[in-house]
């Protein structure tokens, strides 16, 4: 009776269109687990399908790149560049990956390699508001930089800017993205100086190329999404990671030391890093502090879980005062965000979000709440993604809008 079951099945599979079969090959556990020809992003037999869903718990998620620097596959060089891109397979979604890895990447002979990189995320917004309608694109993000690692691979590196400048910001300013090296040779630790992505918050801290939505949370966009120049101790253990920032309150390259900034996280890992059987949790908190021209501070708690197609997370800052990406303040404000996800199939992801922030808690009346809804349209993991997000804005002291924005990622 098997044996006839396993026929029938074979034969429908023949008989479906080709497009109907490769998608129920890409669906395969045997495809989930095990690395696929021209797969970017390498897939190992650790990497079971709930680590294909978006929930960090690496409070540094972009170092991953560095332990691929130089690793090329051979499979594709009898085939034309477009016949690569095309047959390419990306399963993972929760680190970037680069469509063109092999193209710039660079083996000096004596050993290290370095990789360049070019990537861009953008977005047209609809703005639905009582009285008026509009269209806007925006440009969230265009960087070109470079990567690499030593020899020993004692030391990694990272240079990138930001070519295109930000509206009303000053362009020398605000051009510098990444300016870092890392020491790699103490067991569990990374020591980082430079220039580099602040830690305040989960995704006020996350790489923008993991994003689930087009824009970071309120709390996320306000307190973090900051960079900061600073010696950075980073530690990753199986069941604990944090990070341990010093350095400058000035958020751009340019503006010195205008006071000292300090930025600690703390994850607790309960099941461990690599445990699928009952899922990943955790649980996160973090403090910013420093001086410019007032004290701020900003408190951060965090909970996340995932199980297989499964992810969601709840995110909660109270500040007294803050210096993050939206520019400095000496309000005391405060917020949260709540996000679920489901991976439908691989490549689609259906995602939502609650969004609350108050800007000044010592003022009743101006609480702004968003709530999200989305989809994610993987075409070559985060190296070729499109989103669609619907957000209504409802605000205590002002009109309550819609939004409907449509965006795209690329990373070379």
Not at 133 to 149: A, H, I, M, Q, W
Not at 369 to 378: D, H, P, V
Request: charged fraction near 25%; include cysteine.
């Amino acid at each position: 009776m098997k044996r006839f079951l396993q026929l029938i099945i074979l034969s429908a599979m023949i008989l479906t269109p080709n497009l109907a079969q490769a998608e129920n090959e890409y669906l395969t556990q045997e495809l989930l687990e095990t690395p696929q020809v021209g797969e970017v992003t390498i897939v190992t037999q650790k990497d079971k399908e709930y680590l294909q869903d978006d929930a960090s718990d690496n409070i540094e998620t972009e170092f991953d790149v560095f332990d691929n620097v130089g690793k090329k596959d051979d499979k594709f060089k009898e085939e034309t560049f477009a016949q690569k891109i095309f047959k390419t397979k990306i399963v993972r979604t929760d680190i970037p990956s680069y469509l063109l890895k092999d193209e710039l990447t660079h083996n000096f002979k004596n050993g290290g390699s370095i990789e360049a990189f070019g990537a861009h995320r953008g977005s047209i917004s609809a703005l639905f508001n009582p009285h008026s309608y509009s269209t806007k694109y925006d440009d969230l993000t265009t960087e070109v930089g470079f990567f690499g690692r030593t020899k020993d691979e004692r030391f990694d590196y990272r240079f990138s800017i930001l070519p295109i400048p930000k509206e009303g910001k000053s362009y020398v300013d605000n051009m510098w993205s990444d300016m870092f090296i890392t020491y790699n040779k103490i067991p569990h630790h990374k020591i980082l100086i430079g220039r580099s992505r602040g830690q305040v918050g989960m995704e006020g801290g996350n790489s923008a190329y993991t994003l689930p939505f087009l824009n970071r949370s309120q709390i996320a966009r306000n307190f973090g999404n900051l960079r900061t120049t600073a010696v950075k101790l980073i530690g990753n253990y199986e069941y604990a990671d944090y990070s341990l920032s010093l350095g400058s309150s000035g958020r751009t390259l340019t503006s010195g030391m205008p006071g000292l900034d300090f930025i600690g996280w703390f994850n607790l890992k309960p099941f461990g890093s690599d445990d699928g059987k009952y899922g990943k949790l955790t649980i996160g908190g973090g403090l910013n502090a420093g001086h410019n021209n007032f004290n701020y501070t900003v408190g951060t708690v965090y909970i996340g879980y995932k199980h297989k197609r499964l992810w969601t997370n709840f995110e909660a800052s109270i500040a007294d005062g803050y210096n993050g990406g939206a520019g400095l303040s000496n309000k005391q404000a405060g917020g949260f965000a709540y996000t679920v996800g489901w991976k439908v199939k691989p490549y689609l992801q259906l995602i939502g979000r609650i969004d609350q922030f108050d800007p000044d808690r010592t003022v009743s009346g101006d609480t702004k709440r968003e709530y999200t809804a989305g989809i994610n349209w993987f075409v070559k993991g985060q190296a070729l993604r499109f989103v669609l997000n619907y957000v209504f804005c409802q605000n205590d002291n002002a009109p309550d809008s819609q939004r409907i924005i449509i965006g795209s990622q690329i990373v070379l």
